[in-house]
């Protein structure tokens, strides 16, 4: 590893001297937004690179298309640092709903493409909000997922409702890990049983030690700056280059099932935090909707039952 543009995480008391970072002038420091340890180290240096929306383009050309004509506006709804944003027009909404609502609006003013990046269940939150106050939207529209792996049937539920108000939609879902990079593998299609195929961008290097995944990052020269890191995924490589991944300790199969049951209509009543207690699967409803089932849970007392922000990933184990 070369050090200090990585620091992984180390234990919560007293870091010594030969431990402690070494920060400059014009670091640019990122950390999980789904961590769960609480220490200082765990972050990464934001390197100036390809931005997620280049990367993508160079897996699949034809997104290029889509922005070729007008500079395509990046609006961050992500809990974290997405990178440079050198070919576009750069928004951060600071997780605001209010403040996405009003980028997606200028991007139609001004006629230009937007790509939306978020974590899933708050993208489709703020979407619904959105659509449901009549409000305009920009065409073409990239939506790029990451955080969690959005469900397939709530893929299905968002493109459904914005099918009548933008023509060309399109869901990219990236796969990073926080000591690693940002948005290191992309996925766009799914294979015949509904799974993920992620690519790696030309700078990541997966690898198997059995089945579980491992990550190298290379730096400009080529040089590992990260080796052989091991995020958590269990994976399977296949011929075409595409990687299949999963992880049941943080997508438990019996929260999958539940999730992938839901219709277009339940995932316009519901967010998609849960609560699993054993075969049971309790379920939060959106502001405003009444249960109508015997596991659905009122937004407010799911809250204070098991705790609720948008800035959490869901509890899916």
Not at 58 to 75: C, F, K, Q
Not at 111 to 127: E, I, R, S
Not at 146 to 156: A, H, I, K, T
Not at 231 to 251: F, S
Request: glycine share 8%.
């Amino acid at each position: 590893m070369v050090a200090p543009r990585y620091h992984r995480p180390v234990s919560q008391g007293s870091i010594s001297n030969d431990q402690a970072p070494v920060l400059e002038p014009g670091d640019v420091l990122s950390y999980s937004a789904g961590s769960t340890q609480m220490g200082p180290l765990g972050y990464r240096k934001v390197r100036q690179r390809p931005g997620l929306l280049g990367a993508a383009v160079a897996r699949w050309p034809e997104l290029g298309e889509l922005v070729a004509a007008r500079p395509p506006m990046i609006i961050n709804a992500y809990p974290a640092s997405i990178g440079a944003v050198s070919s576009g027009i750069a928004v951060d909404t600071y997780l605001s709903p209010r403040v996405m609502s009003r980028a997606l609006q200028l991007a139609k003013l001004a006629n230009h493409p937007a790509a939306l990046c978020a974590q899933p269940l708050f993208l489709a939150d703020a979407l619904l909000q959105h659509v449901r106050a009549d409000r305009a939207l920009p065409d073409p529209l990239l939506l790029m997922v990451g955080g969690y792996v959005m469900p397939r049937s709530l893929e299905r539920m968002l493109l459904g409702l914005l099918a009548e108000r933008v023509e060309r939609v399109v869901v990219l879902q990236g796969y990073g890990a926080a000591e690693v990079d940002a948005g290191c593998m992309m996925a766009r299609d799914r294979d015949d049983a509904g799974r993920l195929v992620y690519y790696p961008r030309p700078d990541v290097v997966p690898q198997l030690d059995g089945d579980r995944l491992l990550l190298t990052l290379r730096g400009p020269d080529g040089e590992p700056v990260i080796e052989r890191f091991a995020p958590g995924e269990r994976a399977q490589a296949r011929p075409d280059g595409g990687w299949v991944l999963w992880n049941d300790e943080r997508l438990h199969p019996i929260v999958r099932e539940e999730l992938e049951s839901w219709s277009e209509h339940d995932w316009q009543r519901r967010t998609g935090y849960v609560r699993r207690e054993g075969e049971t699967v309790w379920i939060q409803l959106r502001r405003d909707e009444q249960p109508q089932h015997e596991r659905e849970i009122d937004h407010w007392d799911f809250g204070r039952a098991h705790g609720f922000s948008w800035l959490d990933k869901p509890y899916w184990r």
